[in-house]
């Protein structure tokens, strides 16, 4: 499969590069082709030197990345995506795009934030056009411990998205991540709950004393 990251120069971005160029073919994506392709070799190198199979990391621009891949993540901050999305839309068509993107942000504590839409996933399900498949995932795992390709992630993963057949990609690539378990949750509109977790388990960290909480359910 052709994966595109954008904003893969980033903390997560690089995780999903890495766990996934042994099966996939990523287009490591930045808004400059030079930050892009420093990044894709740093990741290369980081592949190889642990005797690990790198089936392509290239680095590009976020438009030229998500021409003629099959899926587009969006592993960019609340802040910027829908600016970048705006700017990007004309060159989408029929791409599934994940977001793990969680708005939020810091008073005392971590606070979710989301836009009238009720998520960022229905935002940005919003912006693009309407054959793009929008699915909502990975917004509870850790940026740290998905960039050690080495550490098993026992994790659940929720997924959430309008369109059956884009949801079970979704699954399939989370299944591509040992030991990750996709769970179902519902269609785009439940977004929003899983979203909300993020602030929740960062703050739940902190007072506790933990640090890159994850979720799973038993
Ligand atoms: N970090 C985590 O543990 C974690 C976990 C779950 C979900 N998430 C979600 O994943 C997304 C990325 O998180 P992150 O921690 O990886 O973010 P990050 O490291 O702060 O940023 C990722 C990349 O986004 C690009 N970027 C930054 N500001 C931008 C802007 N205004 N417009 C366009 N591109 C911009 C940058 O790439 P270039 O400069 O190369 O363009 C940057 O390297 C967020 O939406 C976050 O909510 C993060």
Not at 85 to 109: A, C, E, G
């Amino acid at each position: 499969m052709k994966i595109a990251i954008l904003g893969g120069t980033g903390s997560i971005g690089e995780g999903f590069a890495l766990r996934w160029a042994e099966k996939h073919e990523i287009s490591l994506c930045s808004r400059e082709v030079g930050k892009a392709k420093t990044a894709a070799d740093e990741y290369r190198e980081t592949l190889l030197s642990k005797g690990m199979v790198c089936c392509g990391i290239t680095g590009c621009t976020n438009e030229v990345g998500i021409k003629d891949v099959d899926v587009v993540v969006l592993s960019v901050p609340y802040q910027g995506v829908v600016e970048l999305l705006k700017t990007l839309r004309p060159h989408f068509k029929d791409q599934i795009v994940i977001s793990l993107v969680v708005p939020m942000k810091k008073n005392r504590w971590f606070e979710y934030t989301p836009p009238k839409q009720g998520s960022a996933a229905l935002e940005i399900r919003d912006i693009l056009p309407k054959s793009v498949k929008v699915v909502s995932a990975y917004h509870n795992i850790s940026a740290k411990k998905l960039a050690n390709p080495a550490l098993v992630l026992d994790y659940d993963v929720v997924i959430c998205g309008d369109d059956e057949d884009a949801k079970k990609v979704v699954m399939e690539l989370t299944r591509d991540i040992k030991n990750l378990r996709p769970l179902d949750g519902g269609d785009l509109g439940c977004s929003s709950m899983i979203e909300s977790l993020t602030p929740f388990l960062i703050n739940l960290a902190i007072r506790n004393g933990l640090s890159d909480l994850g979720v799973k359910f038993i």
